[in-house]
Structures are given as structure tokens and as C-alpha cells.
T-cell receptor, first 109, second 113 residues
Framework: AQRVTQPEKLLSVFKGAPVELKCNYSYSGSPELFWYVQYSRQRLQLLLRHISRESIKGFTADLNKGETSFHLKKPFAQEEDSAMYYCALRPGGSYIPTFGRGTSLIVHP | DTAVSQTPKYLVTQMGNDKSIKCEQNLGHDTMYWYKQDSKKFLKIMFSYNNKELIINETVPNRFSPKSPDKAHLNLHINSLELGDSAVYFC????????????FGPGTRLTVL
């Protein structure tokens, strides 16, 4: 069975500092990987997915199959980035995603 | 024009009661889901349902049952509510196949007293 690990429950940085939210996965096949974000008292929404290879709100994530990681990065954090971030894996051919436990990012002014 | 909607937004009830949460999506998606988010923000999938199959997370008590009157709706019915059922419940939908992005509802905060 697949697993998604987000080792940090809480990440606290100051505005302008670089941010890296870690995500490691275990899955024997070719997964689809996603980052979802949940701002305070709002619904979860997709931030980005690995197949798009895009940058959203300054965030990027690269799939590293050798290290089985999909870390989320942003060079300069903003206060509005404060939110809960979830890494998710969807196995090929499956409807069922597996979510990590989430990392709470707090960006201080 | 909300893509995935849930009602009610808040639900406060007594232990032992039976309650339902409704979910509707207007995206034309073929798969819908229910998630439970606990007080530690851990997101746990409860059910996945499309017009072909229902997949149940085996850890979900059988007091919880999804009911789908049609492709656009997946309601969650809970019998004999317990204190531990207090959580935020999210409905989501996706289109099967490539992409797989999930669209979430706003959540229903259930409080069992």
C-alpha cells in the first residue's frame, strides 16, 4: 500500500525567508502527486500537481523518483502563505488518493 | 456557481442521534468522496464512489453510510452518533482518469454533545 509522509507538523518562518515543505512517499508504481492547500476556515484546494510542472503563487515542487520525494518550495515566503499544506498521492489507475498528515505553515511578519 | 456544495455548514447534535450531510457537485464528475478531518487536521478518506463501485475505507464504522441518489449527489448518513464523530467532514469530487484533481466542498463541522 502507498504511504505519504510529511515529517513536519508545523513550519514557522519569517516573511521573505525560503520555505520547503517536505513530502516523501512510498509506492512501487508511477504515482500522481499533488499539493493541496487549506487556508484558515476554507476548503482544500489544489495548489499544484507534478504532471503540470508549473509554479503557482511562487510555489514549485519537483518529483524526485530516486528519493521518492515531492517537496514544496518557495524562495520568499509571504504572510498570506500561512495555511495547512497537504501532500497527496494517487496511484496510477486508482480513484483513491492518499493524503499526508499535513504541515501547518506560519509566516510571521 | 459553487462547484461542490455541502449542507449544513454546521451541525450540532446529541449523542445517539442519526444525522445526514448532503453533498452536490455540478462539475459533471464521475467520482465523489467523503473525508473526515479531525481536530489535528489529519485528513482521512472515508468513501469513494462512482457509478460503478463504492470503495469503503475499512476503518470507517458501519454507522457511516454513503447514499447516492444520482451522479451529482453523495450524501453521508451517520447513525448513533458518538462523541468521537465530532470533526469536519469534507465532500469532494473528481473526474476519473488522467489529472485526478479533487475539488472539495466547504466542509461541515459536526459537533456531537
Amino acid at each position: 500500500a502507498q504511504r505519504v509522509t510529511q515529517p513536519e507538523k508545523l513550519l514557522s518562518v519569517f516573511k521573505g525567508a525560503p520555505v520547503e515543505l517536505k513530502c516523501n512517499y512510498s509506492y512501487s508504481g508511477s504515482p500522481e502527486l499533488f499539493w493541496y492547500v487549506q487556508y484558515s476556515r476554507q476548503r482544500l484546494q489544489l495548489l499544484l500537481r507534478h504532471i503540470s510542472r508549473e509554479s503557482i503563487k511562487g510555489f514549485t515542487a519537483d518529483l524526485n523518483k530516486g528519493e521518492t520525494s515531492f517537496h514544496l518550495k518557495k524562495p520568499f515566503a509571504q504572510e498570506e502563505d500561512s495555511a495547512m499544506y497537504y501532500c497527496a498521492l494517487r496511484p496510477g489507475g486508482s480513484y483513491i488518493p492518499t493524503f499526508g498528515r499535513g504541515t501547518s505553515l506560519i509566516v510571521h511578519p | 456557481d459553487t462547484a461542490v456544495s455541502q449542507t449544513p455548514k454546521y451541525l450540532v447534535t446529541q449523542m445517539g442521534n442519526d444525522k445526514s450531510i448532503k453533498c452536490e457537485q455540478n462539475l459533471g464528475h464521475d467520482t465523489m468522496y467523503w473525508y473526515k478531518q479531525d481536530s489535528k487536521k489529519f485528513l482521512k478518506i472515508m468513501f469513494s464512489y462512482n457509478n460503478k463501485e463504492l470503495i469503503i475505507n475499512e476503518t470507517v464504522p458501519n454507522r457511516f453510510s454513503p447514499k447516492s441518489p444520482d451522479k451529482a449527489h453523495l450524501n453521508l448518513h451517520i447513525n448513533s452518533l458518538e462523541l468521537g464523530d465530532s470533526a469536519v467532514y469534507f465532500c469532494a469530487s473528481s473526474q476519473g482518469g488522467a489529472g485526478g484533481e479533487q475539488f472539495f466542498g466547504p466542509g461541515t463541522r459536526l459537533t456531537v454533545l
